[in-house]
Each structure stands twice: as structure tokens, then as C-alpha cells.
């Protein structure tokens, strides 16, 4: 991967809202790309992952969305809750297939939900 | 429960001292990773090791010093020559091949004082 980026670096939104967070790429080669929520002081998280032969992957109020052509994905969180208030990554291997699997991390958006 | 764990969650470093962050996981997997995170910023790898006495360098390498001895463990020295230490530092496991995502651990909090 050679370039993994978030449109937004911030985004506020009202509870019970729905959230759509945005992660360009550059590499069209890639073909695995995975989600990760991290909260305040802690780690991150593992929440959804897709590969390159899906376009839509369902996960419990999460949908991650894989538009190849314009090389974008996003993360659609429904009916946003307060716990939801995290900073959210989009990761991806640098190389497909190659034995190289270091995973490419962006900048991250943070979402903050308003009660 | 399977997990990573990293110790301690804070740590205070004075000028001119070494310290070790410690990184346990009993998910065996083979690969082993550490960032390092600054406030408001992504995530930059230091080291990373695909197996037992192997590990490589990442994109900010320099004034760390790591090992491989166990599987298990993958413990980071922040040493004196690292003039900017305070950080958040997210150790990381995975199985290693292709197509499969990290654990990360909680984390170490490190200051200068």
C-alpha cells in the first residue's frame, strides 16, 4: 500500500445519527482492507474487514463499502452511540500476496458522537 | 482468554536512562510488531520481527533496540539516544501471513521527566 488516507479528520454527529467515515487508497493492487476503532487511551480494535473481491460486508450496526473503481472505502456505523466516540483507521498490506504484510495505517477520523 | 498483553500502562523515563515496554501474547501468532503513537497522529512502526530471532527495522528505528528470544515475547528498549520518547506505544501480534489483520495490545504510556 502505498498511500492510505482519510477524507475527514473529524466528525461530530448526533446520537442515533448514522456515521459514514471515508479512507481513500492509492495502490489498485490492494485487495484486503481493514477497519479499526480506537478509543481514548486504549488500543485499537479490530471491528470489520473486506476483501477486494466484495463490495459491501455487513458486520452488527457497522457496513464497510469497497468502491475499486475510485479506489474509496468507507465505514457506515448505524444509529450512532456515545461508545462509538473513537478515532477509526483504515489499514491495509503493502504488497498483495507478497510475503511483505506489514499493514499500512491512516491518519485516522475522529468521531465524536453528541448526546 | 487469548490476548496481548503490554506492560507497564505508565511508564517515567528520566534523561539519559533506558527502559524496556514489555509485550506478552499467547495467541501464537508468529508475527510481532511495536508502534509508536503521538498525540493526534497515525501509527509509525519501530520494529516489527515475522519470527523467533529475526526482526527488521521499521520507519522510525532509531534510538530503539528490540529482541526475539520467545515466541511470546517482543520486549522494546527506548534507550538514551531516543531524544523524543514520550509517546504511546501500541505493541501488535499477528499469525504473519497475508490477509489478516493485528491484535494490538492496550498499550504504554511513556514520559521523559
Known amino acids: 500500500g502505498e498511500n492510505v488516507g482519510l477524507h475527514l479528520p473529524t466528525l461530530s454527529v448526533q446520537e442515533g445519527d448514522n456515521s459514514i467515515i471515508n479512507c481513500a487508497y492509492s495502490n489498485s493492487a490492494s485487495d484486503y482492507f481493514i477497519w479499526y476503532k480506537q478509543e481514548s487511551g486504549k488500543g485499537p480494535q479490530f471491528i470489520i474487514d473486506i476483501r477486494s473481491n466484495m463490495d459491501k460486508r455487513q458486520g452488527q450496526r457497522v457496513t464497510v463499502l469497497l468502491n475499486k473503481t475510485v479506489k474509496h472505502l468507507s465505514l457506515q456505523i448505524a444509529a450512532t452511540q456515545p461508545g462509538d466516540s473513537a478515532v477509526y483507521f483504515c489499514a491495509e498490506p503493502p504488497n498483495s500476496g507478497g510475503s511483505n504484510y506489514k499493514l499500512t495505517f491512516g491518519k485516522g477520523t475522529l468521531l465524536t458522537v453528541n448526546p | 482468554d487469548g490476548g496481548i498483553t503490554q506492560s507497564p500502562k505508565y511508564l517515567f523515563r528520566k534523561e539519559g536512562q533506558n527502559v524496556t515496554l514489555s509485550c506478552e501474547q499467547n495467541l501464537n501468532h508468529d508475527a510481532m510488531y511495536w508502534y509508536r503513537q503521538d498525540p493526534g497522529q497515525g501509527l509509525r512502526l519501530i520494529y516489527y520481527s515475522q519470527i523467533v530471532n529475526d526482526f527488521q527495522k521499521g520507519d522510525i528505528a532509531e534510538g530503539y533496540s528490540v529482541s526475539r528470544e520467545k515466541k511470546e515475547s517482543f520486549p522494546l528498549t527506548v534507550t538514551s539516544a531516543q531524544k523524543n520518547p514520550t509517546a504511546f506505544y501500541l505493541c501488535?501480534?499477528?499469525?504473519?501471513?497475508?490477509?489478516?489483520?493485528?491484535?494490538f495490545g492496550s498499550g504504554t504510556r511513556l514520559t521523559v521527566v
Open positions: 501488535a501480534s499477528s499469525i504473519g501471513g497475508y490477509g489478516y489483520g493485528y491484535t
